[in-house]
């Protein structure tokens, strides 16, 4: 997931005063001087990175919240308690070693959309000294066998509704895998040749407790496009993710722990399998003991519904989300009442609209950004609400300030010198830190080429301003954004070059009001065609968000360089010019 942003949205309350001298203190030095040292940029605050699992760092937080819910489905209200969710992970856990044969560092795909199993799966596979491989709910049952055979993952969880998604990949493959299936709704029958995640969670297997996994082991390998190309798995090791949970609640945390007498309650709309949902909303959420709603899809009355009857106190969301927040009817401005916060990422969220958003959620909005990607955990940057208080105007458009215990400097698009830029200079984001990935699965060829001397390349040009403050000004890379899922324009192309009719072909990125981005393809044809039949040739083999809804145009031949590799920027510039 490249270029992720953050618009936190923070509606005044005790938490900000509670934590303002902490503020006050540890801000200090990063609004009153420039951290920069040799045109780097860091934060003078040093976070404390506690050498633990992702379990252990977990459950050291959540023994006072064991009678809380942590996890509830608003349409069946299935839950689990922050007891419950201990108890069952741990079960799950030794099933896979006793039952299923799983050794430390096998890989156990994840195939679920958002529900209340989601996270005893994950933390089952992470006691276990597993490693978890979230999968996009969206994939069609290609691209599932794609990860499958990419991360020679031994095991598939999956839900009643995607199960035939997964037993026709699982069925192309030369050994059989099992599966366990969460059955979603009462009156659901078990699949053929499924097993019962319910039975497998709520069984007791005497065995010795197992032996936690280290900080550096492998921990989740979700897929992301990274700087080009087909999706690749990111190699996310324990330490990673606790380091990025640390780095984003240090030293002010935006979310509230939970009390005698508060609990915080978030609507789960953004997909757990996304790193944005998986580290900063479900994980961040656990850490302070609060109750998440697992919604499996956004649907509007269920989602209106949530805001209706519990007191919800923060929302993670993309921009989509926040439009329509704003601009539906059904929405009334008493629904946001209980309201402190709301997390706008994966995407930027335009001036125009954060403004709409405040005038019907309150007055007292503060609205600020951050940066991040799947291969930095995610984030690497915020812009915290003292900085945007002290820069005022100045902070419009910024991604904030660099996150504790991580580097980031600026250098020249296509320089392998390293040599940082200055203020005011753009180029390419590099960043070094606890929370950057180990590298891509099974592609060292990848992994090289994204590294400069220990350095991670984002892709994404920026600059930073006499104030540290950071900006993205462009994509280096040209994967295309939709409702903040990447797609990659070599994917699509890939796919158009199977059909028998075409030559060649190319895939851009075009604005969107509503998706932000959509994917318009260019197409060489060997005869004549149908655009039709190949909008439906692609769409039978890739997720909706994929789909060519850009449009698809023949063209007599594609733009490319003298090394023959396609100029997508000279098609961007023709479509924008013609419309």
């Known amino acids: 997931m490249s270029g992720l942003f953050f618009q936190r949205i923070l509606i005044s309350s005790p938490l900000i005063q509670q934590y303002k001298t902490i503020y006050q203190r540890c801000f200090s030095l990063s609004v009153n001087r420039l951290n920069i040292k040799d045109n780097i940029l860091y934060n003078p605050y040093k976070a404390t990175i506690p050498k633990l699992s992702i379990s252990e760092y977990i459950y050291s937080k959540i023994e006072s919240y064991c009678d809380l819910t942590a996890f509830e489905c608003p349409i069946t209200h299935r839950k689990f308690t922050y007891g419950e969710l201990r108890k069952t992970s741990r079960n799950l856990s030794k099933a896979f070693r006793k039952k299923f044969g799983l050794s430390k560092g096998d890989v156990v795909l994840i195939y679920l959309v958002n529900c209340p199993e989601f996270p005893v799966a994950c933390l089952g596979c992470f006691e276990a000294g597993l490693v978890a491989s979230t999968v996009n709910s969206l994939y069609t049952s290609e691209e599932v066998l794609r990860q499958l055979k990419d991360s020679s993952a031994k095991l598939i969880i999956t839900s009643y509704d995607l199960h035939e998604n997964a037993a026709k990949a699982v069925s192309q493959l030369p050994t059989k895998l099992p599966i ?75 979310l509230q722990s939970a009390n005698a007498n508060f609990q915080e309650i978030s609507p789960g709309v953004l997909p757990m399998f996304h790193i944005y949902g998986f580290t900063i909303t479900t994980l961040n959420l656990m850490l302070k003991g609060a109750k998440a709603l697992t919604l499996p899809r956004f649907h509007p009355d269920t989602f209106i519904d949530c805001l209706r009857q519990y007191a919800i106190s923060v929302i993670f969301a993309a921009p989509p ?66 900085i945007q208080e002290k820069f005022g105007d100045a902070t419009k458009g910024s991604i904030g300030l660099v996150v504790p215990n991580t580097e980031i400097k600026i250098v020249e698009v296509g320089s392998n010198n390293g040599i940082a830029l200055g203020p005011n200079e753009q180029g390419e984001l590099l960043v070094k830190g606890p929370q950057v990935m180990q590298g891509y699965h ?14 991670f390349r984002t892709g994404d040009m920026a600059y930073y301003d006499q104030n540290e403050l950071i900006f993205i ?107």
């Open 180 to 254: 366990i299936c969460v059955k979603t709704k009462a009156g659901q029958l078990l699949p053929r040749g499924a097993i019962d995640f319910t039975e497998i969670i709520n069984s007791t297997i005497d065995i010795p407790d197992l032996e936690l996994p280290s900080p550096d082991d492998l921990a989740i390998l979700p897929y992301s496009s990274g700087t080009t190309g087909l999706p690749k798995g990111v190699r996310l090791s324990h330490s990673n993710i606790v380091s990025n949970m640390v780095q984003t609640d240090e030293p002010n945390s935006m």
């Open 321 to 386: 989300l926040i439009l329509f927040m704003t601009h539906s009817p059904e929405i009334k401005k008493e629904y946001f009442k209980h309201l402190r916060t709301v997390l706008s990422g994966a995407a930027p969220l335009g001036a125009k609209d954060e403004e709409q958003f405040r005038n019907k959620a309150g007055e007292q909005v503060a609205i600020l950004q951050g940066y991040g990607l799947t291969e930095t955990s995610p984030v690497i940057s915020m812009c915290k609400r003292e």
């Open 442 to 455: 099974n592609n060292e060829e990848a992994t090289k080429s994204t590294f400069l001397d220990g350095w």
């Open 473 to 579: 000004t462009d994509r280096v890379k040209e994967l295309i954004k939709v409702k903040g899922f990447q797609v990659a324009p070599a994917e699509l192309e890939e796919l158009l070059r199977q059909h028998p009719h075409i030559a060649d072909a190319a895939v851009i990125g075009i604005p969107d009001e509503i998706s932000g981005e959509i994917p318009r393809a260019y197409v060489k044809i060997k005869e004549k065609l149908n655009p039709e039949d190949v909008y439906n040739f692609v769409a039978q083999k890739v997720a909706k968000y994929k789909r060519l809804d850009g449009g698809i145009e023949v063209v007599e031949e594609l733009p490319k360089n003298s090394a023959g590799k396609i100029l997508r920027r000279q098609l961007k510039q023709r479509y924008l010019d013609e419309n």
